[in-house]
């Protein structure tokens, strides 16, 4: 029933399904982010690809103006002297910024992205999947994370931050790893509940940090893959969280993962300093998303 809900309200949002911007830190040629854009295309979604030219993993939110390049990007996925931005040749839906993740959402948005969507804006940014984790102290820096936080807080479009546990940086045109596909089918399945969940897709000022395990052992079929909700960082002297699986204390993102199981994180942060959101805002993400959690399990 889930499913079929969801590819019913992805009809009604149109026959390009949702305008979609893509980006991470890692860089716009690593393999996550292509296996994810292939999945979101797949899904019936109007992408658009705009991502930092080298990898710029712990760049925060940090933006600065792109300049010309001297050298080729990662991969050697374009040629040396290519300018401040560029473009996949064969692709233009696919664009490579030379500077920081944040910038990257920034020129998507502003300059990129409303060329093939006449003159439109996103209906959701999604950042990632991270080669490696995200959690708790490593939110403050994380581009991916600064990528969503800024989509949301700067600009009020609802934003994802996707990572991934298994790390090891993978080229885009290398072989299609198992760990890149996994991840890819995970993000698309939130992303598509996120927005059959209709709009807002999510509160004012809200992105949601989701992480994934390991995709290894007995973690790798999506569908053995559970989905809880959690918090950043450690609410020791924080208000009380949402209720739900009989506490008002969620877990943290980190002892999710911690507690194996194939268990994904999904914490509702605060887009202003990429904490923990209160109460009445995880509420809502728990009705909109409660069908598919569930709770902690060690």
């Not at 040629?29 to 990898?55: F, K, M, T």
């Not at 194996?260 to 209160?278: E, F, L």
Request: aromatic share 8%; with cysteine.
């Amino acid at each position: 029933m889930r499913t079929q809900f969801i590819l019913s309200t992805l009809a009604i949002l149109g026959a390009n399904g949702a305008r979609i911007l893509q980006s991470n830190d890692d860089g716009w040629a690593e393999q996550y982010i292509r296996s994810l854009n292939a999945a979101l295309n797949e899904a019936g979604h109007d992408v658009v690809l705009s991502a930092p030219a080298e990898n710029k993993s712990g760049s925060g939110s940090t933006d600065v103006e792109p300049s010309p390049r001297s050298s080729p990007c990662i991969y050697n996925s374009c040629p040396a002297n290519s300018g401040p931005i560029g473009t996949n040749a064969t692709n233009t839906r696919l664009n490579w910024v030379n500077s920081f993740p944040v910038t990257s959402v920034r020129y998507g948005l502003d300059t990129i992205a409303p060329q093939f969507w006449n003159g439109q804006t996103a209906d959701l940014v999604v950042a990632g999947p991270n080669v490696g984790s995200n959690l708790f102290l490593e939110v403050q820096f994380s581009g991916t994370v600064g990528a969503a936080a800024y989509a949301s807080h700067e600009v009020g479009i609802p934003a994802l931050a996707f990572s991934g546990a298994s790390d090891g940086r993978l080229a885009f045109d290398a072989a299609v790893e198992g760990r890149s596909t996994v991840y890819a089918q995970l993000a698309t399945q939130l992303t598509n509940a996120v927005l059959a969940s209709g709009k807002p897709y999510l509160p004012e000022d809200v992105y949601l940090n989701v992480n994934f395990p390991k995709a290894e052992g007995a973690c790798t079929d999506p569908s053995q893959f559970k989905w809880v909700l959690s918090r950043v960082n450690p609410g020791l002297f924080s208000e009380h969280d949402v209720e739900t699986c009989g506490t008002d204390r969620l877990p943290t993102e980190s002892s999710v993962i911690d507690a194996g199981g194939c268990q994904i994180s999904v914490s509702v942060g605060d887009a202003t300093d990429k904490t923990t959101a209160p109460a009445e805002k995880q509420a809502v993400v728990l009705k909109k998303l409660g069908s598919m959690l569930t709770c902690l399990t060690s």
